[in-house]
């Protein structure tokens, strides 16, 4: 069974710091680049990171550039998201993603999601 579960949101005041997990089963990791999307209300799902499946490569918007930061582990089937500098405006909630292509052959997974708020 495929699961990606987010962990590590709550409530932050600005300028604090958060660090957002992904834990990945029942699949293989490490052939998968890895991204973080995140949804605020009344939007639409906004890309955050991406990550290449072994780490080399690592892209963000220029919403959370300089702010955060995507990282990996395939030993331990993770993936991370530091959040340093949080303003109001990167309330949301936060998505992992999975999506694995080859040729023709594709496949993607999302989590649940996990709610970070940024107020004092």
């Known amino acids: 069974q495929v699961q990606l579960v987010e962990s590590g949101g709550g409530l932050v005041q600005p300028g604090g710091s958060l660090r957002l997990s992904c834990a990945a089963s029942?699949?293989?990791?490490?052939?998968?680049?890895m991204r973080w999307y995140r949804q605020a209300p009344g939007k639409e799902r906004e890309l955050v990171a991406t990550?290449?499946?072994?780490?080399?490569?690592?892209n963000y918007a220029d919403s959370t550039r300089g702010r955060f930061t995507i990282s990996r582990d395939n030993a331990k089937n993770m993936m991370y998201l530091q959040m340093n500098s949080l303003k109001p405006e990167d309330t949301a909630v936060y998505y992992c993603?999975?999506?694995?292509?080859?040729?023709?052959?594709?496949?993607?997974?999302w989590g649940q999601g996990t709610q970070v708020t940024v107020s004092s």
């Open positions: 993603n999975a999506r694995y292509e080859l040729g023709a052959s594709s496949s993607e997974y």
């Open positions: 029942g699949f293989t990791f490490s052939r998968y680049a």
């Open positions: 990550i290449t499946r072994l780490g080399s490569e690592r």
